[in-house]
């Protein structure tokens, strides 16, 4: 049997694109392995939302030029978000010759097509398309046995001024909610207990289609699928969020009780210069609501350090904005000039050293928040999917909240795919810890 690595950038996107190719290549004969030196074929699939993830990646595709040198017959290939654009798939032409093949996000269907060619003629091959048709055909092999992504809205229409994602995975496209539910049932009946629908813009789906259709509407039928015991979703945007969504994750039993809410910023002057489309007041009330209608509900966000013009006045109404709502967590970037969108061409870059010190204040303001907001879980007893075991402590189990919070407990491997009771015993910023509730 020939042997596949699949090296996976960026979001939950792209780690279900490879857990998609996982299955078109085991289709194929191919079995996964994690020596390169055994490797047959090595997929590189690429983000190209910040610079680091684009280095890294020329960075291995470099090193990967002596092993080719010593196995003349590896198959080397680039997809990914990366791959969308033109001068990245330029340098990978002219400075990267031991790459094979070369596909995007939007023909990934093609990857046993694109490998029969290549043993066919044994030539380069680059196959980006721009075609906006769905491939609602969703087979994966998932790395998770208990937790499972579905894709549910291809693209983002909103065009924020520092991201390249409309330009790489084109404009909002909804998969029909019958193979969404025929993709669930299924999950289901192989035993998946949590659902994990996706999208750039997950409240936007269904707007494109015809007769429109809801988010909130597809969440209330995918309730009734009662195989499937949890449905969480990313990402919302704060602009799209809606009573009625907010009114089914109120209403629905199966939908869990956290929200990922990218804020971006607490600062109206420099929202308005990323084309995020509301206010810090809008999104507040939005906030309020889902509080106030679904108490314990957690929150989580993104934050993005030192877009350009970004003053000490905006970055302290971004502070402010962290302690008034209190996020269960926050994701925290260095603004990332990326070539082809708007703010890659305003004036006033923030200094690297300016954008660290940024970073490290809202850092310890929310290890703080956090360890105060994880303090109350003392003593409680949380339903827990219980995933495996811990990565950090093989002799612990791991596994999820409804409201995402990390927990470890001692306990028998046997309750490992189980949603069980658990008491918290124990908390740190980022973590709980539990045993078994009697």
């Known amino acids: 049997m020939r042997k596949y690595i699949i090296k996976t950038y960026g979001c939950q996107m792209n780690e279900h694109d490879s857990e998609r190719m996982s299955y078109m290549l085991q289709n194929l004969d191919y079995t996964e392995t994690d020596s390169y030196d055994d490797a047959d074929l090595i997929i590189y699939n690429t983000c190209i939302i910040r610079k680091n993830a684009e280095l890294k990646v020329y960075g291995h595709l470099g090193a990967m030029k002596a092993l080719k040198k010593k196995n003349p017959q590896l198959i080397i290939a680039v997809c990914g978000c990366m791959m969308q654009i033109k001068e990245a798939r330029e340098v990978i032409r002219e400075k990267y010759k031991h790459v094979d093949i070369v596909f995007g996000t939007k023909n990934l269907s093609s990857l046993p097509y694109l490998l029969n060619q290549f043993h066919i003629a044994h030539e380069r091959i680059i196959d980006v398309e721009e075609t906006d048709d769905i491939d609602e055909l969703q087979n994966a092999i998932r790395k998770n046995k208990h ?5 549910i809205v291809y693209g983002c229409d909103n065009f924020c001024s520092y991201c390249i994602v409309p330009y790489t995975r084109g404009r909002e496209n909804s998969r029909s909610n019958k193979s969404i539910l025929t993709e669930i049932r299924s999950l289901g009946i192989q035993g998946y207990k949590e659902i994990t629908l996706l999208g750039q813009n997950v409240n936007s789906y269904g707007k494109d289609m015809y007769p429109p259709m809801s988010f909130s509407e597809l ?10 015991d949890r449905i969480r979703f990313l ?3 704060p602009k799209d969020l809606g009573e009625d969504l907010i009114d089914a994750m109120r209403d629905l039993d199966k939908v869990c009780n956290h929200i990922h809410l990218p804020l971006q910023s607490g600062s109206n002057r420099i929202l308005k210069k990323m084309n995020r489309k509301y206010t810090i007041e809008e999104y507040t009330e939005k906030v309020d609501k889902l509080k106030s209608k679904i108490p314990g509900i957690a929150i989580t966000t993104d934050i993005i350090i030192g877009f350009p013009g970004e003053t000490e006045e905006d970055f302290e109404q971004t502070l402010d904005a962290i302690r008034k709502i209190r996020y269960d967590q926050v994701f925290i970037f260095k603004y990332s000039k990326r070539v082809g969108t708007g703010a890659a061409k305003m004036k006033d870059q923030v200094d690297e050293d300016i954008k660290s010190r940024r970073f490290q204040q809202i850092l310890d303001l929310v290890n703080d928040i956090c360890y105060e907001n994880n303090s109350e879980y003392l003593g ?3 339903k827990v999917l219980i995933e495996g075991k811990s990565k ?4 612990k189990l791991t596994g999820r909240t409804e409201s995402n919070k990390i927990v470890h407990l001692n306990a028998d491997d046997s309750i490992i795919g189980s949603i069980v009771d658990v008491e918290i015993t124990g908390f740190s910023s980022f973590t709980l810890e539990g045993k078994v509730a009697k």
Do not use: F, K, M
């Open 147 to 151: 937790s499972a992504y579905v894709n």
């Open 392 to 395: 950090n402590d093989p002799d």
């Open 235 to 237: 990402t919302s945007h």
């Open 219 to 228: 969440l209330r039928q995918i309730e009734t699928i009662g195989s499937v």
């Open 380 to 382: 409680r007893i949380e």
